[in-house]
């Protein structure tokens, strides 16, 4: 165990790993002095695209613009409804309301915390005086939705398919990457997420050239061809070439993190299931775990026992977002966003860093039988 205990998160660890390749990454951009949009951010959107097998891969600002960016290349604004998953981190729904258009908010499948074709369905066809105009599915805690349905819906009712993969990069399921599972694939390089950087950043995915095209003007205040001329209305979001240097030197190891944040999770599934309500993932599906979630009746009472015990836990996310302060005058799926509710009462996240040894493992495991009844 590291001598400051056991970490939710532990960056730390990471940067020693990495053995002063991020140092020298930053010193070469000093070097040059590009600091916006430099060289940097040219050969990462490469190798992201390449790391996808997607075609285009473009930065931006952090993952709420990458949403936001790719709800306008859509033309997505005033009169639109957008269907999307309450139980989510606040950004999903933020970027549909700050374009314009109206978030309906539908349920999440209980096991895999995803939005729920059924509830979708049911809140599409009951949407009337919007133009029904884009789906985004999450992949929350790092499990891709079910994009099979999503799709046959998306089609069957002539929708965009957004995908909100901040916490699901370097996944996949049973027939394609994280970044070729929608119309347009959005995430965040925020420092806490499966690749993350040291400050924000954020990118898009899309096999569309004309998607691509779009999201490269916007992001720089809607630029045409001629310099200080405009095609459109955009935003200020570009990556800064510090926060690509940092990630182009984290790529080397973003695959073996994430088989050890997956060897983590297959031992507290064993030690745990039985004993309390453990994240299911889909058959076919590969999770990059960004989170391992369980359910809990009396979550605080656990949570304060692990605290004691000087274990790091968090809570993701307390309350959905259709019961969040101006949030809470949108539509909703007409049948109700039960599980949404519920199990934002009960989840618990426990630490699943990819630094976590297996002392630390079997401190988190001893603490959890100690704690739970069985
Ligand atoms: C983190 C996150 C975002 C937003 O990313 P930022 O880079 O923080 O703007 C959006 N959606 C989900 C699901 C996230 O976890």
Redesign the pocket.
Known sequence: MSSRGIQFLDLEAQRKRLGGSVESAISEVLLHDRYVMGPEVGELEARIAELCGVKHCVSCG??????QISLMALGIGRGDAIFVPSF??T??AEAVVLVGATPVFVDIQEDTFNIDPSSLEEAIVSTTGLRRSAIIA???FGQAADYPELSQIAAHYNLELVV?A??SLGGRNESANVGNLGDVT?T???PS?PLGCYG???ALLTQRDDIAEASRSIRVHGSGSAKYDNSRFGLNSRLDSLQAAILLAKLPVFQEEIDARGEIADRYTTALSGLLEIPVVKPGVRSVW?NYTIKVAGRELLRAGLQSANIPTAVYYPKPIHQRGPYKDFPTAPNGLINSENVSKCVLSLPIHPYLDSSSQNQIIAALLDLVPN
């Open positions: 952090n993952g709420t613009d990458a949403l989510t981190f950004a999903t999450v992949d929350l909100d901040a916490q959005t965040s390089f925020f997420k924000d950043g954020g960004a």
